[in-house]
């Protein structure tokens, strides 16, 4: 017969000594630590609470020790009861709605099993909620995640979502065959809602992606011919492809000949938000004198509106673009080759 293990055979998870670290130490404690813990810590202790049993007390002196350096007296040797303590330990840390979000049973039922009226989109579930009878109104909402509820709700006419409220705190049980028929009853507008379904799409960022990977005289082209119809989206595209962050593929030579360009006062306002590494490159093609001076400048440039920075970052851009224009420097792009 094999040898019984002992403790020094047995391996503990990060969260398995943890728990029993907590469930084993003073209650007042333990919730002080709770609440400095992330959601997803308390899954994981939710998760070792649910895996481990029983632990020896020796085995519980070893957690002890390595975490305090000591052992309390009276330590639990059984964890029968811990996932109840430990929710104790969260309700007193967090409040009752933050436990009660950690602690709801983990869903397995796919998506497209769901009963329609959780599937709906809040703002479709709300109006059509709107027109309901009070009471089917809290029989739907009874069903759904607190905050999918509550993020209903507050889309409902004000007016009637007091009586929602009530009729919901007055809900014991619920027949399984009105949820079905409130199931088959939205599942027509589950049907419209997904007919009606539409995806996003950033028009302007794919574009300029597009713009981007032409030759300079092509998108140059095409900015000048779209100007013509639309000066306004000319405009903003020409803007969305080159930023001032893109400065900083300017070379030494074509960083120094933009400098040059540039008043002080304006460098230093665009600089206020711009990356460090942009940054770095623009003092390190400056004077030590005039590094020296922009940095002072900078450190006693106070609260700034964005609008102001966005200006000044905005015409050193274009004063970039003309020197490119003009062959005086030369600007990366992320297609390779030159940048319009």
Known sequence: MPAAATDEDVLLTGSQKALLFLVSIDEDVATRVIAHLEPGELERLKAASAATHSVSEAMVTR???EFLGNVKNGVATSLAGSDRYLQRLVRNALGETRASELFLPVRTTPEDELPAYQRLPAPVLASVLETEHPQTTALVLSQLSPERAAETLNLMPEAIRAEVVLRIGHLEEVPEQVLAELDTEFRAHLDRAQANHQTKVDGKEAATGILKRLAQDQS????EELAATDAT?????QQALFTFADLERLDARGMQQLLKKVPTDQ??????SSSEELKNKVLSNLSSRAADMLREDLALLGPTRISDVETAQRSIVETALQLERDGVVS???DGGGAYV
């Open 63 to 65: 957690v002890q020790r």
């Open 220 to 223: 140059q082209a095409l900015l």
């Open 233 to 237: 989206m000319a405009d903003k595209l």
């Open 267 to 272: 460098l230093v306002l665009a600089l206020k």
């Open 331 to 333: 600007i990366a792009r």
